[in-house]
């Protein structure tokens, strides 16, 4: 497939465009309607002062764009779809040695006006995975792990899209598929990261765009996602439904990977109907901090939430309701303050969020079981980004 580029983007600023973090979207369009706090289950029982603590790192974050930097979020939204429009909630954060748990949760309900998404919602889950690798090739470990090819470029069609592939013959187009990958395509090119033991394995890695990499010398080595091949993404899981190898209603990243795991005979041929394939670079973190998301801060467990931008603006609170499995393993509600913080591939739509679990075996666990409904509030700045005492004096806009 073939894309149509505008013609200003040379390789030169394609290959510029891949180290910005936060880029414009195009604004999708969505129903919401203003609602207020007590209509939130479980607000005052939320962690407000962590809150906090978390819209101070991505005030950080903030102060390094341009004011006129699109955050994303769809058409109807109010304010909050610019960097600078967070200027007066971010220079009104309490001091971090006097914030209690009821002035951090004031300054929530004077600063931010909730916004309930009036869509189907639905969440998932990602993790961090751990996975055994070696820095080189032997035994076991088979499986390259590749970084980001040097002619891999980033660009925006006209539309708006963005898109990864590579110049060939003047024609701007998707890079190899992951068959042609498979097949050698980027052999004797020095872009191993790390040998895997399995391509599901990799599948895993490139499913929740980030892993920890455990060494045989006992050392872990942190990877990202650095970028893709611009094939389109196929969900292997449909496949497998399609097949009626499993049902719908039982898909997801554990049975996936059990069914690949039992049947590697097959596996392969699998894996290679998604032609879209992830490439990953090194990072230095430390073990207690999560990955790096799309807007530039580290993911925090049970916090974190990829959005597609065409709806939810990064850095915007979510309240999020909806159920997933407790400590114990059992299902139960859950209702939290999350932060748009993330993107996914298979993220798509309004009401559709992605919340990072974190790493280990519960985290893994949660993440592949997460599948439910639920709801999905957007918290904003108040236009134009000074506090009200009283909520219901505001003029909202009509939906």
Not at 280 to 295: H, K, Q, W
Request: aromatic share 10%; charged share 20%.
């Amino acid at each position: 497939m073939y894309c149509k580029m505008k013609c200003l983007w040379s390789p030169l600023g394609l290959a510029l465009l891949l180290t910005a973090c936060v880029s414009d979207v195009p604004a999708g369009e969505m129903t919401i309607a203003p609602v207020g706090y007590e209509s939130l289950i479980g607000w005052n029982a939320d962690s407000h002062t962590a809150l906090v603590g978390m819209l101070r790192d991505e005030c950080h974050r903030l102060a390094q764009l341009p004011p006129k930097t699109t955050m994303g979020g769809a058409s109807s939204l109010p304010y909050g779809r610019k960097a600078g429009d967070w200027a007066g909630v971010c220079a009104a954060l309490p001091a971090s040695e006097s914030v209690t748990e009821e002035s951090a949760r004031n300054f929530f309900e004077l600063w931010f006006q909730p916004y309930e998404i009036q869509e189907t919602v639905l969440y998932t889950g990602y993790y961090e995975p751990q996975v055994e690798a070696s820095l080189t090739r032997g035994g076991e470990y088979q499986t390259p792990l590749y970084r980001r090819p040097p002619d891999l470029l980033r660009g925006r069609t006209d539309d708006g899209k963005v898109v990864f592939g590579h110049w060939v013959n003047s024609v701007f187009q998707p890079y190899d598929d992951r068959a042609t990958i498979d097949g050698g395509a980027l052999n004797n090119k020095n872009l191993e990261v790390a040998w895997l033991k399995s391509p599901i394995d990799l599948y895993v890695l490139q499913l929740q765009g980030a892993g920890r990499l455990h060494l045989p010398d006992g050392q872990v080595l942190r990877v990202a996602y650095d970028g893709r091949n611009g094939q389109p993404y196929v969900p292997i899981g449909k496949i497998l439904v399609q097949r009626g190898a499993m049902s719908a209603v039982d898909v997801n990243a554990e049975t996936i990977r059990a069914w690949l795991e039992a049947h590697p005979q097959e596996s392969q041929e699998l894996l290679e109907k998604n032609p879209n394939y992830v490439f990953f670079r090194t990072v230095d973190r430390s073990e207690f901090e999560g990955p790096g998301g799309a807007l530039g801060v580290p993911l925090v467990p049970g916090r974190s939430l990829a959005v597609d931008r065409a709806y939810v603006p990064f850095a915007a609170p979510v309240w999020v309701e909806t159920a997933m499995l407790d400590s114990q393993g059992k299902e139960g509600s859950w209702h939290h303050t999350t932060f748009a913080q993330d993107v996914g591939t298979d993220i798509r739509g309004a009401g559709r969020g992605d919340l990072f679990t974190g790493w280990g075996d519960m985290a893994r666990t949660t993440a592949g079981h997460l599948r439910s409904s639920g709801r999905m509030v957007i918290l904003l700045p108040r236009p134009p980004a000074q506090p009200v005492s009283n909520p219901s004096s505001l003029d909202f806009p009509s939906k």
